[in-house]
């Protein structure tokens, strides 16, 4: 088979051929399309002396079952199925889940493509997870950092359908696709100090703020952000907890697949949300299996608005 993979410690990935995954890797899934994450790319950069290679780049997918380990009865070859597979990779023509921590697997209900479905686990299952740490519910008051990227566009678009009330930033440019996804004020934080405008705006603070963006040196300016008893979260484990509890606060570091929502139930919650058009996954940039390379740099370089997806097929 085909895969994007880093063949070997110090290398690019490249597209190379490989062994197909067979049951005894888990649920073997011919892939359809892959969906593009930061993460692709970041897991990379902190690899250890111990890796393996080589290593197929990607976790996010949609496909085709072929083959089920014996015993596996929940799944059959023929279904059509998303989910995670960051142990085997899914930048290739076929991947194995091994359904665990951080791997996960979906029946695509439906109503949904699996385009569409390739573009939702790890951002939607995300942006999900920390909806409902900061127990958003009608009425509440919402900060989002980083909401013109996938993980932001999620959860401004869940945070909407409860009826919260949303403000969010953006660096440069998504403005209006902020406010398209429910945002009634957007900041940019490329124009000077966006967190004392938003002090400005809003002197009674906020029951909630999502940081997306925030390296753990800036985080703690978020500390006056929230109201009395507020909750903030952080998606790259940038939150001072104890800092934040000794102002009346709750912050959390948030990681999706410790989190309840990573689960059948939040696969399916997602795609329920997908088909009933409460989001919309927003397709930024589609590339070809032959230019899978392209994707990868445009993904690194931050060029893609929305979700990158990979047609495999």
Known sequence: MRAFAVPSAGAEPVLIDLPEPSVADGIVVAVSYAGANPIDYKKLERLGPDARYPIVVGQDFAGLVTAVPPGEGEFH???????????????????????????????????????????LPTSALTALACIDALHVTSGSRVLILGAAGAVGGYALQMAHARGAHLIGTVRGTGADDARRLGASEVF?????DPRAAIRQAHPDGFDAVLDLVSNKNDFGGNADLPAAGGRAVSTIGAADIPAFAARGMTATNLVVADSPDFSPAGFARVAALAVEGVIEVRIGAEYTFDDVASMYRDLRAGNVQGKAILDVR
């Open 77 to 119: 070859p023929g279904d059509r199925v998303f989910g995670t597979a960051p142990r085997h990779g899914a930048y290739a023509e076929v991947t194995a889940v091994r359904l665990g921590w951080g791997e996960a697997l979906a029946r695509v209900p439906e109503g949904l493509s699996m385009r569409h479905a390739a573009g």
């Open 188 to 192: 940019d934080s490329t124009a000077g």
